[in-house]
């Protein structure tokens, strides 16, 4: 059983109208693509992806109740945390080239996996799909962290016009990588594995489920009759 630790923000950044990235003073040991549930007395407890482990870093999106709290935290505040959780994605250290796919606050686990490999030799790319400019994030995060990175955007006002599967395409016919990494929404990580699969190409898909316990054990995570559970067998699969 993990035991909730406190963490304390010491840096908040404000990404866009509703997206923030909270960094806290203490480390997080992790792999990327593992995640944490984190614990506000008195309002909730939710899972969200490891942005970066050292210092536990998040970037949380205000869509609800809880979201929301952790928004209202203050410098100094704090958040109590489980973890870190679940499986996280895999590259193999002969992996000379990875493509990363990411739409919406999936981008978050992404930039930690981009930085781990860019430090192990890797050529990184990574392909970020979002409705609109304003909704695209941590673009500079990935470019500092050594990665190309190429955007879409639904209504055009960023980068190629269209689905995120355009531009991933077209970073696949330039230099085919060893693997695909994705997260974000379900239809974009069912678009990119069709791709994959059309093109032979390994790849690691992070899903996302309702989360309970974060321990296997409530069942509550199980994706539709596969008795595959997103917090214990997941949240990355494949590889
Ligand atoms: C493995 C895992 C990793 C996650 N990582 C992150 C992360 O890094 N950052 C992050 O912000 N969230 C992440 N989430 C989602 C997070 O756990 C919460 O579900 C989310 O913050 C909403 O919780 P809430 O209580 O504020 O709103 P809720 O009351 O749960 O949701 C309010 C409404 O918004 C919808 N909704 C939920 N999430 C989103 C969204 N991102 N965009 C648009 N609508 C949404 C819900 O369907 C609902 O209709 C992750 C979830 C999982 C399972
Ligand atoms: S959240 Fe309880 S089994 Fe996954």
Redesign the pocket.
Not at 46 to 49: E, H, L, W
Not at 63 to 68: D, I, K, L, Q, R
């Given at each position: 059983m993990t035991l909730h630790r406190p963490f304390t923000v010491s840096q908040i950044r404000v990404e866009n109208a509703r997206t923030r990235t909270l960094v806290f003073r203490e480390p997080l040991p992790a792999q990327p693509g593992q995640?944490i549930m984190a614990w506000l007395p008195g309002v909730?407890e939710?899972?969200?992806?490891i942005?970066n482990a050292e210092p536990l870093t998040?970037?949380?999106?205000a869509?609800?109740?809880?979201?929301?709290a952790l928004h209202r935290l203050d410098m100094g505040g704090r958040v109590w945390v489980r973890g870190p959780l679940?499986q996280g994605f895999h590259v193999a250290p002969a992996a000379e080239r990875l493509l990363l796919v990411g739409g919406?606050?999936g981008v978050?686990p992404l930039l930690f996996l981009a930085r781990e490999a860019v430090t192990q030799g890797c050529a990184v790319e990574v392909c970020i799909g979002a409705r609109t400019a304003e909704d695209v994030l941590l673009v500079s995060d990935f470019a500092a962290a050594g990665a190309t990175v190429r955007i879409a955007t639904e209504d055009g006002s960023l980068g190629v016009p269209g689905l995120v599967t355009a531009t991933v395409e077209a970073a696949i016919a330039t230099a085919r990588p060893d693997m695909v990494c994705a997260c974000g929404p379900a239809p974009m990580l069912e678009a990119v594995a069709q791709l994959c699969a059309d093109h032979k190409l390994p790849c690691q898909l992070s899903w996302?489920?309702h989360?309970r316990c974060g321990l296997g054990l409530c069942g509550s995570c199980e994706l539709p009759d596969s008795g595959w559970l997103?917090c214990r067998d997941g949240?990355v699969a494949g590889g």
């Open positions: 995640f909730d939710k899972p969200y992806s942005a998040l970037t949380v999106a869509v609800g109740p809880f979201s929301e679940g919406g606050y978050a996302e489920a989360l997103v949240p």
